[in-house]
């Protein structure tokens, strides 16, 4: 098992930061695959956990969503329809207009289940099947698209002269990387006492406090990569990697009401696309809220 899930990493790993570093349209492109991919799983467990969501209204409703985020960060790019249509949703944006209007949408698609109990689970569960994804994700290319106030996501920043849009994606994925491996080996070899049983009994205190050290540590690289000064990776480092942390839990948490071990199967040794993507869809709005708000950054 451990043996396949490094060489599924060594495989997956080294794309994933490709992308990072060659930035747009390529970043977009490969979060609006893992988005779709982990709508389609996110939609089966809601369905296995008996909360029958519409699901092909709920899948066309969360990308919806999530390509309407992408296409507000990416304005820049744009031209034509695309960009009329952009700023057309001002004030409100895309993103919130979108949404809303898939909530309203899926309250009406409740109407037709015979029990009134049965349609409001159905709406609620559905509208937070499209939020907990299509609002989330999309986050991983806001902070790749992060910039310094005086310049943009392709400004050259830090000690390598990275893009500051490849510098912040490869801060998140580093921290993230980190706080997990850290969990992991340190709940292997000195786990002793259950972090939150119920919901996920592999986890231990222990590995959560291995897995902040080393998230502070990767922290610390991403800082370096980015320019910021040397506090910054005390604070982030433990902020994301907690958030990192809440977000398996989440995830965890949906599938034991659903009564599975995982999202699904396609990558081996890991489960599903969602088992992978869980930690990121909490850790890469608070990096980006960090980002925007302490350390002087915006997209």
């Not at 034509?80 to 409100?92: E, I, T």
């Not at 910021?228 to 005390?234: N, Q, R």
Request: glycine share 14%; with cysteine.
């Amino acid at each position: 098992m451990l043996r396949t899930r490094l060489v599924a990493s060594a495989v997956l790993a080294p794309l994933v930061l490709a992308v990072a570093l060659l930035g747009e349209p390529w970043v977009s492109l490969l979060v609006g695959l893992v988005i779709f991919l982990a709508l389609v799983e996110l939609i089966a467990l809601l369905d296995a956990a008996g909360l029958e969501p519409p699901q092909v209204l709920c899948l066309a409703i969360g990308l919806l969503v999530a390509g309407s985020i992408l296409l507000a960060v990416n304005e820049g790019g744009l031209g034509g329809p695309l960009l009329d249509l952009v700023r057309a949703a001002q004030p409100l944006g895309m993103p919130l207009l979108a949404y809303a209007g898939g909530v309203l949408v899926l309250a009406v698609a409740s109407f037709t289940r015979g029990d009134p109990r049965a349609g409001f689970l159905s709406w609620a569960t559905s509208s937070f099947g499209v939020g907990y994804v299509g609002l989330l994700a999309p986050f991983l290319v806001i902070v790749a698209h992060l910039a310094p106030a005086d310049g943009t996501a392709s400004t050259a920043v830090g000690a390598l002269d990275l893009r500051s849009g490849s510098a912040w994606a490869l801060m998140l994925l580093a921290v993230v990387w980190g706080y997990d491996t850290g969990a992991y080996l340190t709940g292997r070899w000195l786990g002793r006492r259950r972090l939150i049983d119920h919901i996920s009994p592999s986890k231990t205190i222990e590995g959560l406090a291995g897995g902040l050290v080393v998230a502070t540590l990767a922290a610390g690289l991403g800082a370096w990569l980015i320019g910021l000064d040397p506090w910054h990776p005390l604070v982030i480092g433990p902020l994301i990697g907690l958030a990192a942390q809440a977000g398996d839990l989440a995830e965890s948490l949906l599938k034991r009401a659903a009564g599975r071990k995982e999202s699904g199967f396609l990558i081996p040794g890991h489960g599903g696309i969602l088992d992978r993507l869980d930690s990121f869809l909490f850790a890469a709005p608070v990096l980006a809220g960090y980002a925007m708000l302490v350390a002087g950054r915006g997209t």
